[in-house]
């Protein structure tokens, strides 16, 4: 067969696909109820459903977490029906614990949800860094890139993908996007890939094909661009000078050249000085999500905020306000927000009350769906 009619036949079956996975979301977007779309935007640790926790506790990265699914968390679930749920290394023991609880987990979800972990491969790697599992180990991404062999990017990420489909995972909170040209950066280092925006486009690239391989979306992050800063937005306030036009030239490349392939876009917390005008971090600010991001990039997936719960936005806005402010900006998933119940709470009513409408509620819930293939 010519290659034309290969590539036609080929975009048919995609399109059919695709129109197949739109109208299964429009079904089940039809038949949920105003909580469970409300749910369906927040993806959240288990601790949050434990009520013997106390918020400092369920934060509190040192204290012991939840391990299995009780039925006092299967209550709170039932009243505020999460849409997914993040895992750390506080809520993991063994290998069969882990697969047990993330099992116990989806059981006792009505609609699947989105099972998360930070797996990047390197020194953020909640499953190989901790000790009882039998998984490879990368010394770093960076390590990955000096090679200057997309291939073996690949490679990690199909193994890491290996795994985590075996633990009952759909979502990696990875690659890392963003470039390294700071050698004082504390957050991002030797998480990227490398500095040239060129390389590190490459290798996102490549390490999306890998974990697409085995059946586990990826999130590229943190747009747009965190590897140009000295500070830590988990502790607190980070600003970043560069103009829009500086960032395209360097930033936004990994990101802009892997939007065709990217499940989610992770938003950092950083405030953008001479990009925006709002003086808010890139998480809450209108002007950079549907500005930018959406509108002039043309990007129209699953855009996901950074942890909720980190202190740019935890010391300085209410766990409600901070949500209505993401999802207004043009976010579709809340990611952790430090107080779950109110932050669920206050998109709730902002809904009833029209501060936020339905329609602009089902358009994220809409791209949720889809990225779970519901």
């Not at 979502?171 to 991002?188: E, K, R, S, T």
């Not at 890139?282 to 855009?303: D, F, Q």
Request: proline residues 4%; neutral net charge; aromatic residues 8%.
């Amino acid at each position: 067969m010519p290659n034309s009619k290969i590539f036609a036949v080929c975009s048919l079956i995609f399109i059919g696909i695709l129109s197949g996975i739109c109208e299964g979301s429009d079904r089940m977007l039809k038949s949920m109820t105003l909580e469970e779309k409300v749910g369906q935007l927040f993806v959240i640790r288990p601790d949050q459903l434990n009520p013997s926790r106390t918020l400092e506790n369920i934060h509190d990265p040192k204290a012991s977490g939840d391990k299995k699914l009780t039925a006092s968390m299967i209550e709170i679930l039932k009243e505020y029906p999460a849409g997914g749920f993040a895992i750390f290394r506080k809520n993991i023991e063994k290998p069969a614990q882990l697969k047990q609880f993330t099992a116990e987990l989806k059981n006792a979800c009505n609609i699947a949800p989105i099972m998360a972990i930070d797996e990047e491969g390197g020194k953020i790697s909640r499953i190989a860094n901790y000790g009882g599992f039998n998984v490879p180990k990368y010394a770093s991404m960076e390590a990955i890139g000096k090679t200057g062999k997309p291939r073996n990017a690949y490679n990690a990420a199909r193994t890491i993908g290996r795994y985590l489909k075996e633990y009952g995972f759909t979502l990696d909170f990875a690659p890392v996007a963003d470039i390294n040209p700071n050698p004082d950066n504390i957050v991002i280092g030797s998480r990227a890939f490398g500095s040239d925006a060129g390389l590190v486009s490459g290798m996102v690239s490549s390490y999306l094909d890998g974990l697409h391989s085995q059946g586990i979306a990826g999130s590229i992050k943190h747009f747009p661009g965190h590897g140009d800063t000295s500070n830590d937005t988990h502790s607190g306030y980070v600003a970043v000078y560069k103009t829009w036009d500086e960032l395209k030239r360097a930033e936004l490349i990994p990101f802009m050249d892997n939007f065709g392939k990217a499940d989610t876009v992770m938003i950092a917390h950083i405030t953008m000085k001479n990009v925006t005008s709002d003086d808010l971090p890139a998480t809450l600010s209108k002007e950079l999500i549907t500005g930018k991001l959406r509108g002039e990039l043309g990007y129209n997936g699953v855009i996901i905020t950074d942890a909720m719960n980190m202190g740019a936005i935890h010391d300085n806005y209410s766990s409600g306000e901070a949500a209505l402010l993401a999802l207004e900006a043009g976010n579709d998933i809340l990611l952790m927000p430090y107080d779950y119940i109110e932050a669920f709470n206050a998109v709730l009513e902002a809904v009833r009350n029209g501060r936020i409408s339905e329609s602009r509620l089902n358009q994220s819930v809409q791209r949720i769906l889809a990225l779970k293939n519901l």
